[in-house]
């Protein structure tokens, strides 16, 4: 809170100002209306005449009051509401940067989106009523002042009324906040349960799973039902409880102030202004329970913003350009080790050496390390121990802006952006249309492109839904040859596309038009055949590497996983 | 439709909602009572009780009595509406789930997943969160308006017509604010969501943004997208302030117009110093409502627009109809298909199939092959009666298809779909999706007979291992296993395997092939396949090619035509599978 004050001292003034003004005005209006009944209504119902000047200058002060007080409506709330859309745009902008910066952290995408958009809307959130909230204390004090000032006994209500709802706020936001926190939560599980079953539609269809479905759905629903009911429960007793008080305070206060009457201590207007003031004070009293009511939501939502503001970027980028000269990267790799979690080596000791323009294949069993070693070549994986050297510099000393103009990866699982196909070719790069029709070519992915409706300017939908698993893949393809890379990193990156045409593509990129480097992680015998040399990867070290001819005669683990495709795995064109 | 008539037919849907709403109305007006209690005990403390403590103090306690039944009228109107509400909802998304899976895949293929989601969900949390932050309100501040005026018109119809005329201009002022907020805050959810679209791809694409040396470009493309959030919310905020003050501006008018024409009015003995005191009060009862009106408006056109995306999936009629009671059951045994000059379009008119006629024999091994989009998955989802056929008959061991009840056909015939989809649930819970009854005997066995046992006590927790979100802490091919054994437990006497196309490695690759093996079985099983193998291993081959069946017949037949279209596919396969 005080951080979002000091990002925006100006804004939470003016704020704050508005709803003082707010505040005084709202007090003063009770006694504006006590005096223009003693002053100007009792002596005109008495002597049955009118005193135009009073009654005039009456008409003005009623005017005036709630003149000030839209403006004081007008400051709370549109710089209330400045202030904190700034905050959210702030951090959001904050969060994102981080997010953009940093590799996934481990966290489902869900769960940091979720960041970004509802708990910084929780965090901040709270700017809102802050302003009112202030503001109500400065009333509550004038107002009792100004009881006391009118009449002790009369001021006695006011001493009891305001605390009380203010402690009847707090018990209302602590009876109320797990409730609506379990009803979220089953809110998500609903919507999971749901996200799921549809996904898994054909299943449910085809083995005729539909009831089961169903009453898996309505469990769930029926205690999102539960759970919502009783947070009605909750708000049906509080918000009419809330309007019950000060409505019996003020009941009460006209007969004790009738009794106070008789006794001459006070006259008419002094009920009239006490009856007024317990009314309208009430209400700006329950922005205190809005503002506590916000506080363990906006302090979970800033703990999670700061996990991810907080989390560590690793070493700083490198500065070395990687020289362009237009001939392929030489790489060396050199007792590397890795780990995920610190503990389990997912690559020990492995040492490759890959000469300029070579193919080299990367061969092994599920889990052997083949994707951790091709994402640490491209800097996105950080090694414990070892180095990586392209062209004979440390890959953490390469300028990142040089390494990704020269080395390009396409990775396993195919990302499109919500964009047109150009755009996710270049990716803000810029290529004329030649070239990217050239990748298109090379990535066999031009015949496709040139059937969609806007050909080059056709817009995909979210991920790519809208093309199947081998088109997407030959475009994210396209979208790394089009750089002309002098490394050109692929992990199985052709694994949805007909094995004819990942030959072909193979091939292509042999005999392509620049000199290039390439690694690529494969399954399909086809496309190990057509590698210079291949390394052999079990459980994270580099078992062998040479020709494939060699490595079948002398490698038996080797033999045993390419072989494997030889007798009845060979496919067939889908 | 308009906000009328799907509010029509949401209540026709959810009977109980209707009645519940009308009895919450009722106990709302008396929820109201204790609010003008306070203005009319003040007139009647200032008017008569002034020097009369203890006729004060029964009207006090009479006061006190309407406001403590207000407090229990509106918390019974409270819980009912919630009750009602939240029951019919929850009523209702389960109808709107259950219509989403019976629509055949014709339509579901046709919608968004996330947008079926949102329908059980979103859609109809916003008619729910309206109807309890808004709904209450709405109630209380209609039935208080009302009262209000009466008690007013009661006192003095005069200065009530002053203050309703303060009031006025604000049925013409308030509808030019409303409409434009209204677009103003759909503007706001339409940013947020292109916001969150832009941060999402920078999360799920990190890898390439960032190999890309893209970071920069994507961080402003978000930035603009944050920006847009900031400037509609602030505009949106600034439409509702006004609106808030101009409630404001009319009561003030309004109470000049009292403390000026009350007091010529009681000069003339018109009125009293407690009614005059009585409209002060009163006159705040109109402030609420009018301040509140541009929330719940704006948030009963969400509502609205919310019940009618789940009412337009209740208005779709599920095509692929299960003939119940005047429906046969499948005779036991194996399973002969014919199909009778089918063909299949979809909605948009784009043929699919056209005119396949061929039989397949019970408990004969058939193999589709063709390119993609050459109609084999149709014809499987045709097979499976996922989808009704626009021409032609097919027909089960003679039975038409759409003539066999449901209970019997999803019994006899299933489909192993290619992406093997799992729940997020055990290996345990997903196989016995296969069959409901089976025992933690049965699967194991399973798991025994079609060779897995090895694999599935490889994992770390046996049958209890969790596979995660879509099964995705499995490898393709583990899913694919386990969907095998899934399907061996349903026990089909027609199995329709739609064989997946990735790559996966070596050693799953053989138990997959052996598994299947053991599967097929004694089945009447038709693949569509994308393995050399499958296709050489059958009794029959089928050639799609664009929609039809071009060729069929055993493979050493087929390879025998030469330049047909089968020979020159295996051709290409042989070349790619014996590269080496």
Known sequence: MGRAIADEPRIFSLAVAGSVLFSLVTVGTAYAFGAITEHVVQPALKRDEVDVAALVSAGLVVLAISILKIIGILGRRLAGGVMAFRQFARYRRRVANKLVRLPAQGRPTGDLLSVANSDVEAAWFIIMPLPFAVGTVAMVVVAIVALFVTDWALALFGLALFPLIFFMNMLYSSVLTPRTRTAQKLRGEVSAVAHESFDGALIVKALGRGEHESVRFETKVNQLRDAQVSVGRIRGLFNPAMDALPALATVAALFVGVVRLQSGAVTIADLVTVAYLLTAVAFPLRSFGWVLGELPRSIAGWERIRGVLDASE??????????????????????????????QPVLRDVNVAIPAGKTIALVGATGSGKTTLVQSLINLLKPQRGEIQLDNVPLGD??????????????????????????????????????????????????????????LNTRLGERGVSLSGGQRQRLALARALVRRPALLLLDDATSAVDPKVERAILKGLRSGVSETTVVLVAYRRASISLADEVAYLEEGRILAQGSHDELLATVPGYAAVVTAYETNMAEAPS | MSTWQSLKRGMALTPGLAKGLSVAVILALIATLGRVAVPVVVQLVLDDGADDVSQAAGYA???????????????????????????????????????????????????????????????????????????????????????ATIAMAWYSPVLTLLVLAAFAPLIWILPRILRPLAASSLEVR???????????????????????????????????????????????????????????????VAMVAIVVAGVLLGVGGKLTLGEFTAFLFLVTLFVAPVQLATEVLNEAQNAAAGYRRVLEIMDMEPDVVDPGETGQDLPPGPVRAEFADVSFEYVSGR????????????????????????????????????????????????VPLEQIRFNSLRKSVVMVPQDGFLFDATILENVRFGRLDASNEDIELAFEVLGLADWLSGLPAGLYTEVGERGESLSAGERQLVAIVRAYLADPALLVLDEATSAVDPATEQRLARALDTLTHGRTTVTIAHRLSTAEQADEVLVFEAGALVQRGHHLELVAEEGSIYANLHASWRASAHAV
């Open chain 1, 314 to 343: 690793g070493p700083a980028p490198g500065t070395t350009p990687l020289a362009n000269n237009g001939q392929p990267i030489r790489v060396d790799v050199k007792d590397l080790v890795l780990s995920y979690d610190g503990q």
């Open chain 2, 351 to 398: 043929p699919v199939l056209t005119d396949v006629t061929v039989n397949v024999a019970a408990g004969s091994r058939v193999a589709i092959v063709g390119q993609t989009g050459s109609g084999k998955t149709t014809f499987a989802k045709l097979l499976t009666r996922l989808m009704d056929p626009s021409a032609g008959r097919i027909t089960l061991s003679a």
């Open chain 2, 61 to 147: 306690a009479a006061a006190a009595v309407a406001i403590v039944a207000t407090l229990v009228a509106a918390y019974a109107m409270s819980v009912q509406l919630v009750k009602v509400a939240e029951g019919s909802l929850a009523k209702l998304r389960a109808m709107a789930f259950r219509r989403i899976h019976d629509l055949s895949m014709r339509h579901q293929q046709e919608q968004q997943r996330g947008s079926l989601v949102s329908r059980v969900t979103g859609d109809v949390d916003t008619v729910s969160q309206f109807l309890q932050n808004n709904g209450v309100f709405l109630l209380i501040s209609v039935a208080q308006l009302v009262l």
């Open chain 2, 190 to 252: 339409k940013e947020t969501g292109d916001m969150l679209g832009a941060v999402s791809e920078a999360v799920i694409g990190g890898p390439v943004v960032r190999s890309y040396g893209v970071t920069e470009q994507v961080g402003a493309t978000i930035d603009k997208t944050v920006r847009k959030v900031q400037q509609s919310q602030i505009r949106t905020q600034r439409l509702g302030v006004f609106a808030f003050s101009a409630g404001e501006l009319a009561a003030g």
């Open chain 1, 398 to 455: 390469i300028e990142p802006a040089s390494l990704s103009e020269r080395v390009a990866w396409v990775g396993q699982s195919t990302f499109l952006f919500d964009d047109t196909v150009a755009q996710n070719i270049t990716l803000y790069g810029s290529f004329s249309e030649d070239e990217i029709w050239r990748a298109l070519e090379l990535a066999h992915a031009a015949e496709f492109v040139q059937a969609l409706p806007d050909g």
